[in-house]
């Protein structure tokens, strides 16, 4: 929204002297730890972090239940490490897009695509990121709040640079969250099957946002005929 920091270690127990992972971690381990978290992602973006079980995660990844505490020692552990994960690689795309040196209207696209192609690849994560962060104890939610802030505010420079080249040009803010508003609500709308895909969207964002509806190019293949959302397309309501 960072190289991405290595906030892993809370995620699964220390382990002991006798234990086998203090003589090497296996070649599979954050293999399987990442699809873990994945499986993970997927349930509760689905049904809620609070109605998930973690019976329920084992069985989606296949695991036992005491396999699973090997490499997360509680569900809160799963969506501390989805959210923080998550909103890292958001943190780390804006600090790497500082390194490329791009100005004007070609970096804030640059950054547009960039964090629109991110997304495409973390739907569950970003809707645990958007829906369930209210579960994070104090210092947690803060820590994943803070590298929110990261991200809006590499954003922000990118606009305040279209809008005078100064960091506290007037309305970058609320202009960068209106950008926010309409990348990170696609999940919601966006149907998998539809002809307008992720790396469709991010160069309509970046029409629309900085040359108005009239600038807005239609993708070579897209068929107007057919409807790439509706509102049906939004997941369903968490009971």
């Not at 036992?64 to 909103?87: C, G």
């Amino acid at each position: 929204m960072t190289a991405l920091p290595d906030n892993r270690a809370f995620a699964f127990f220390a382990p002991t002297q006798n234990n086998t992972m203090a003589r090497g971690r296996s070649a599979s381990y954050d293999d399987q730890r990442e699809m873990i978290l994945d499986k993970a992602a997927q349930l509760f973006a689905k049904r809620g972090y609070s109605a998930t079980s973690m019976n329920e995660v084992a069985q989606a990844c296949g695991l036992s239940k005491a396999t699973l505490y090997h490499y997360y020692r509680d569900k809160y552990s799963l969506l501390v490490s989805i959210a923080d994960d998550h909103v890292s690689r958001l943190a780390a795309l804006v600090e790497d897009e500082e390194t490329l040196k791009l100005q004007g209207e070609a970096r804030l696209r640059h950054l547009i695509h960039r964090i629109v192609a991110e997304y495409a690849d973390a739907q569950n994560a970003h809707r645990v990121l958007t829906e369930d962060v209210k579960f994070l104890e104090e210092a947690d939610r803060q820590r994943v709040l803070d590298k929110e802030r990261l991200v809006v505010a590499g954003f922000a420079r990118a606009v305040a640079e279209m809008r005078g080249g100064k960091a506290g040009a007037p309305l970058s803010k609320p202009l960068t969250m209106l950008l926010f508003g309409m990348i990170n609500w696609m999940f919601t709308w966006m149907k998998p099957e539809g002809e307008l895909d992720y790396a469709a969207m991010a160069p309509i964002v970046a029409d629309l946002f900085l040359g108005g509806i009239g600038e807005v190019k239609a993708p070579a293949a897209f068929n107007a005929e057919t409807p790439s959302a509706s509102p049906s397309s939004a997941p369903p309501a968490r009971s």
